[in-house]
């Protein structure tokens, strides 16, 4: 029997528990961009708790991208001495990090939204050593790894959907080449550097001529093939799905994914409750759980669950953190 918080392994990263904490985004910087004490204890709470591993809230690479407001700049001078404080608070507990990099727009220098179809090799090459440098800037902070989101509709989820690249080189067309612009960074994050690579990636798109699961495995092969440590679902929407009987609508799809590759695979979406997650964790293959606005909710529920070996959190799927963008719960 498989339970929560069973001391497990994601790839090269040893974990107290199974649960992966998801970040989204994070509001109570300072004008400067630097890190409130809110933050440090917030960390703190979560990395005490029992969590396995947290990935952060997002950092945005572009001041000018459409989430840059609701996201963690890491580009302020105090950067590297800020997350290195929250990467010792949290290994303290022996808990890994990892920083999760998302960007909706990209500006090539020509174009301040370029979309896949337009973006020239040059541009792809400028992007490419964006993500590597933000890598980079990462690992001199501490984090053990790098999350890339390319999922939901973030630029990259779009850039290797066929329903946005209809490209004609090395970059467009089947899912080798549209996976390209992903494969030929985590080569050389991996080869340069000592970090973890997860990638965040949608199981199906929900649109006409978009990506279906089929499709969203092999992008997953060529990602593990690239060098990618793991591998975390999420989703553009995942509403229409949850009409089919199905408990969580992802279990429609994650096993054939994990029979697919060779890497860890983490279940995302809308759990919230032990006995559920158990029930997932022992009718299933998933091994690795991930979970975000409960954190939100309340950043040490874990430890409750773990001393009274039941739960529920106390989040109420309001949705309304990730709606107003805010790293803070409405509620509680």
């Given at each position: 029997?498989?339970?929560?918080?069973?001391?497990?392994?994601?790839?090269?990263?040893?974990?107290?528990?199974?649960?992966?904490?998801?970040?989204?985004?994070?509001?109570?910087?300072?004008?400067?961009?630097?890190?409130?004490?809110?933050?440090?204890?917030?960390?703190?709470?979560?990395?005490?708790?029992?969590?396995?591993?947290?990935?952060?809230?997002?950092?945005?690479?572009?001041?000018?991208?459409?989430?840059?407001?609701?996201?963690?700049?890491?580009?302020?001078?105090?950067?590297?001495?800020?997350?290195?404080?929250?990467?010792?608070?949290?290994?303290?507990?022996?808990?890994?990090?990892?920083?999760?990099?998302?960007?909706?727009?990209?500006?090539?220098?020509?174009?301040?939204?370029?979309?896949?179809?337009?973006?020239?090799?040059?541009?792809?090459?400028?992007?490419?050593?964006?993500?590597?440098?933000?890598?980079?800037?990462?690992?001199?902070?501490?984090?053990?790894?790098?999350?890339?989101?390319?999922?939901?509709?973030?630029?990259?989820?779009?850039?290797?959907?066929?329903?946005?690249?209809?490209?004609?080189?090395?970059?467009?067309?089947?899912?080798?080449?549209?996976?390209?612009?992903?494969?030929?960074?985590?080569?050389v994050i991996k080869s340069t550097m000592d970090m973890h690579v997860s990638c965040r990636i949608n199981p199906w798109d929900v649109r006409k001529g978009g990506m279906a699961s089929d499709e969203s495995i092999a992008i997953a092969c060529e990602l593990e093939k690239a060098g990618a440590d793991s591998i975390q679902l999420t989703a553009r929407t995942i509403s229409?799905?949850?009409?089919?009987?199905?408990?969580?609508?992802?279990?429609?799809?994650?096993?054939?994914?994990?029979?697919?590759?060779?890497?860890?695979?983490?279940?995302?979406?809308?759990?919230?409750?032990?006995?559920?997650?158990?029930?997932?964790?022992?009718?299933?293959?998933?091994?690795?759980?991930?979970?975000?606005?409960?954190?939100?909710?309340?950043?040490?529920?874990?430890?409750?669950?773990?001393?009274?070996?039941?739960?529920?959190?106390?989040?109420?799927?309001?949705?309304?953190?990730?709606?107003?963008?805010?790293?803070?719960?409405?509620?509680?």
């Amino acid at each position: 029997m498989k339970d929560i918080f069973d001391e497990c392994q994601m790839g090269d990263l040893k974990l107290k528990s199974r649960i992966i904490r998801t970040g989204t985004w994070e509001t109570e910087t300072d004008e400067g961009g630097f890190l409130t004490p809110s933050i440090y204890d917030r960390y703190e709470n979560m990395a005490k708790s029992g969590v396995g591993a947290i990935v952060s809230e997002i950092f945005a690479l572009d001041h000018k991208d459409r989430f840059y407001p609701y996201s963690t700049n890491m580009n302020y001078k105090g950067f590297i001495k800020d997350y290195k404080m929250v990467t010792d608070i949290v290994h303290k507990y022996d808990v890994p990090i990892l920083g999760q990099l998302a960007f909706f727009y990209y500006d090539d220098g020509e174009n301040q939204k370029v979309e896949a179809n337009d973006i020239s090799q040059e541009g792809i090459r400028k992007l490419q050593a964006e993500v590597i440098m933000a890598a980079k800037k990462f690992s001199f902070a501490g984090f053990d790894g790098i999350q890339i989101n390319m999922g939901n509709n973030f630029y990259l989820a779009r850039f290797m959907n066929p329903y946005f690249n209809q490209r004609d080189d090395k970059y467009g067309g089947n899912t080798e080449n549209r996976v390209r612009i992903s494969s030929e960074i985590i080569k050389v994050i991996k080869s340069t550097m000592d970090m973890h690579v997860s990638c965040r990636i949608n199981p199906w798109d929900v649109r006409k001529g978009g990506m279906a699961s089929d499709e969203s495995i092999a992008i997953a092969c060529e990602l593990e093939k690239a060098g990618a440590d793991s591998i975390q679902l999420t989703a553009r929407t995942i509403s229409q799905i949850y009409d089919k009987g199905v408990k969580h609508p992802f279990l429609v799809y994650v096993d054939d994914l994990i029979d697919a590759v060779d890497i860890p695979v983490v279940l995302g979406g809308s759990l919230r409750d032990m006995a559920t997650i158990k029930e997932v964790l022992n009718n299933s293959n998933v091994e690795l759980v991930s979970m975000s606005k409960p954190f939100v909710a309340q950043a040490d529920f874990l430890s409750d669950w773990k001393e009274n070996g039941d739960g529920v959190a106390i989040c109420q799927s309001c949705n309304n953190c990730y709606s107003k963008k805010t790293s803070t719960c409405f509620k509680y």
